[in-house]
Antibody, heavy 115, light 107 residues
Framework: EVHLVESGGGLVQPGGSLRLSCAASGFTFSNYWMNWARQAPAKGLEWVASIKHDGSEEHYVDSVKGRFTISRDNAKNSLYLHLNSLRAEDTAVYYC????????WGQGTLVTVSS | DIQMTQSPSSLSASVGDRVTITCRASQGISTYLAWFQQKPGKAPKSLIYAASSLRSGVPSRFSGSGSGTDFTLTISSLQPEDFATYFCQQYNFYPLTFGGGTKVEIK
């Protein structure tokens, strides 16, 4: 069974940084594209970033380009999202999502950007 | 960017009703479309991929159809556990984009 467990969320001031982690199990992590998506409070879903199975290709939504970086460590079955220059509008639950054809989602980790 | 327009944004229905949700893409995406179900406070759950392929374990009352720009999700006989919000997502082009969601409520 696929398990995706996010961690690293919390309260951060505007302009601050965080690193989110996603621990994956139950599948061969190194064979899959992985993604981050987010959902602001009482809002819809927004895709944030994707990374190819070997880390050789990355894609980002325009609103986070230059501020967020997706990465992975296939030896540790882990996905990361480095969030820099955080803004109030980045406040959301961040989800780790498996696959180029998105299937399994983690339970999410809440990032709150506020002074 | 490809815009995904879902309709309706909400609907009220009774147990046993047939429910249809539509999703329209601003340009052709072939069949690179997924549907998700989300209940309050929970992560989304994948229902359908490739426009019409049912994920393992998803009840057969759920079905999807369409290609190009117009897609539908149908629940043939609404069950109490189906009251939730449904989202479509295209994964043909970056940035990947979601529809705004359809909230299915109890009439």
């Amino acid at each position: 069974e696929v398990h995706l467990v996010e961690s690293g969320g919390g309260l951060v001031q505007p302009g601050g940084s965080l690193r989110l982690s996603c621990a994956a199990s139950g599948f061969t992590f190194s064979n899959y594209w992985m993604n981050w998506a987010r959902q602001a409070p009482a809002k819809g879903l927004e895709w944030v970033a994707s990374i190819k199975h070997d880390g050789s290709e990355e894609h980002y939504v325009d609103s986070v380009k230059g501020r967020f970086t997706i990465s992975r460590d296939n030896a540790k079955n882990s996905l990361y999202l480095h969030l820099n220059s955080l803004r109030a509008e980045d406040t959301a639950v961040y989800y780790c999502v498996k696959g180029h054809t998105p299937d399994s989602w983690g339970q999410g980790t809440l990032v709150t950007v506020s002074s | 960017d490809i815009q995904m327009t879902q309709s309706p944004s909400s609907l009220s229905a009774s147990v046993g009703d047939r429910v249809t949700i539509t999703c329209r893409a601003s340009q052709g995406i072939s069949t690179y479309l997924a549907w998700f179900q989300q209940k309050p406070g929970k992560a989304p759950k994948s229902l359908i991929y490739a426009a019409s392929s049912l994920r393992s374990g998803v009840p057969s009352r759920f079905s999807g159809s369409g290609s190009g720009t117009d897609f539908t999700l149908t629940i043939s006989s609404l069950q109490p556990e189906d009251f939730a919000t449904y989202f479509c997502q295209q994964y043909n082009f970056y940035p990947l984009t979601f529809g705004g969601g359809t909230k299915v409520e109890i009439k």
